[in-house]
């Protein structure tokens, strides 16, 4: 027996967008089986599942089975990372006399909790720091930006973006887009950014007026966000570093890590950073932690942005762990693999946007890659919309949903995204968004394996209808 049911809904990603959908659900009773109920006088046949390569161009496949052999050098680069911060991270668990009673819940004040202070160490250690909060109080990499801003940073104080524009979503944050009350200006943060000179820093701008004085935190966003220019390396960031010290030893330099962790065998801490802030449902949660984020850093300053978590005179100390401790930990332990697999995504579509003619694909296939952010600009509308809901039609949640642009708190345009991930707004996870204004440029991130990436990137691009070069 058939049910058919169309109904209309909205869809939320990233708590961001609404998104009209219609669903056809469909229920059947296999033949065989008795139910107990009446089947109509007749029995429905069993249906064979519809395989997404057969959805797929035919001419595509073609093309992703050459990329094996093209690629094999730079996957093979990625799995040495892969090995090396596997090694880190075992080692780490090693270290720590990782214990099945740390994954206890620990309810309430969260008082005593040993396996919160291993997993914060092992972070404090794979990030290259002194100390870590790692907590599922903190919902977002946004948020856990917020949390440290608005502990290190008083009335009177300056900060300064090193990386040019905030990202769109730290913008209300700063006050430099809404009303909000408890933006930082708002509190008296005085805020001035120096833009990048072709996506490098601006050296001599940066060490005439941190030379100055008179700056409490200087802010390098690592990953490119809603922007063309190209993502930071370590070497960079470290090299800056070293000039900033130069003539400015208080400053505090702080680096927001989402998306590059493990990406390099290296991470911000090591390169002389203050404060290194991210998010676990991005990188290092592995794909498996399902909230949380992170803040690692210098022992004083871990300590105070506690204190602005909790309380003064708790900080660190108290914090319930909502039975996470045990996804945390697994989620620490798998991120290298899942950095892994998502590289590898993106290096295959990169590959794959370029056969096909793309412009401005950034990275390109066989460049450095500090990130797990893949961009392409496709030129149209539809185009956008439609190679967004290829990614959408492949996932393993809300594959059923129709993605259409649509107005986002916190963002100045229409978006269009699909995500159908396990964990609400993860990226890790396989996903696609994109401001619809031109030049149509996509944001992709994630993947879970290789090739449940390449499914869906040969699927996005079947929508496409555009045929490779001979």
């Not at 820093?201 to 922007?227: A, H, P, W």
């Not at 056969?355 to 185009?383: H, M």
Request: include cysteine; glycine fraction near 8%.
């Amino acid at each position: 027996m058939r049910v058919c049911t169309a109904w209309t809904g909205s869809y939320s990603r990233k708590m961001r967008s609404e998104c009209h959908l219609v669903s056809f659900l469909s229920e059947q009773i296999p033949s065989g089986i008795d139910t107990g109920m009446p089947v109509m006088g007749y029995n429905t046949p069993q249906e064979t599942v519809i395989m997404i390569k057969d959805q797929i161009n035919q001419d595509l496949i073609k093309l992703a089975e050459r990329s094996d052999e093209v690629l094999a050098d730079i996957y093979k680069r990625i799995d040495q990372v892969c090995m090396y911060n596997s090694d880190r991270i075992l080692s780490a668990f090693i270290e720590n006399r990782v214990s099945y009673s740390d994954f206890s819940d620990i309810n309430g004040y969260g008082n005593y909790d040993a396996g919160r202070d291993k997993l914060e160490k092992m972070f404090a250690d794979v990030l290259g720091c002194e100390d870590a909060l790692v907590r599922p109080q903190i919902m977002s990499g946004t948020n856990a930006l917020f949390l440290t801003f608005s502990a290190l940073l008083k009335h009177g104080d300056t900060m300064i973006s090193l990386t040019g524009t905030a990202y769109d979503s730290l913008q209300e944050m700063i006050g430099l887009t809404g009303d909000s009350a408890q933006s930082l200006k708002a509190h008296g943060v005085r805020y001035e950014q120096i833009d990048l000179v072709n996506d490098e820093f601006d050296e001599e701008t940066i060490v005439s007026r941190l030379s100055e004085g008179n700056v409490k935190l200087v802010e390098i966003q690592r990953s490119r966000g809603y922007s063309s220019r190209a993502s930071l390396c370590i070497a960079k960031i470290e090299h800056l570093i070293r000039k900033i010290r130069e003539v400015n030893k208080d400053v505090i330099i702080m680096v927001d890590n989402c998306y590059g962790e493990l990406v390099e065998e290296r991470e911000p801490g090591h390169a002389g950073a203050d404060v290194v802030v991210g998010s676990l449902m991005k990188n290092l949660g592995g794909g498996i932690a399902s909230t949380g984020g992170y803040i690692a850093g210098r022992k004083d300053l871990v300590f105070t942005i506690a204190e602005r978590l909790t309380a003064p005179g708790i900080g660190k100390e108290q914090g319930a762990n909502f039975n996470l401790n045990n996804s945390f930990f697994k989620g620490l332990f798998m991120a290298p693999g899942a950095v892994r697999s998502a590289m590898k995504t993106a290096v295959f579509a990169s590959w794959m946007l370029e056969q096909l003619g793309f412009p401005n694909v950034s990275p390109r296939y066989d460049e450095y890659r500090t990130d797990i952010i893949q961009t392409v600009e496709l030129s149209a509308k539809e185009n956008l919309v439609a190679f967004t809901q290829g990614i959408q039609e492949s996932s393993p949640v809300d594959s059923y949903v129709r993605v259409m642009p649509a107005p986002m708190p916190g963002y100045p345009f229409d978006e269009v995204m699909a995500c159908g991930s396990f964990t609400q707004g993860s990226t890790i996870e396989l996903s696609a968004d994109a401001p619809v204004i031109p030049p149509y440029t996509l944001y992709m991130q994630g993947g879970l394996s290789p090739e449940y990436g390449k499914l869906s990137i040969l699927l996005a691009l079947s929508k496409l209808n555009i045929k490779p070069k001979e």
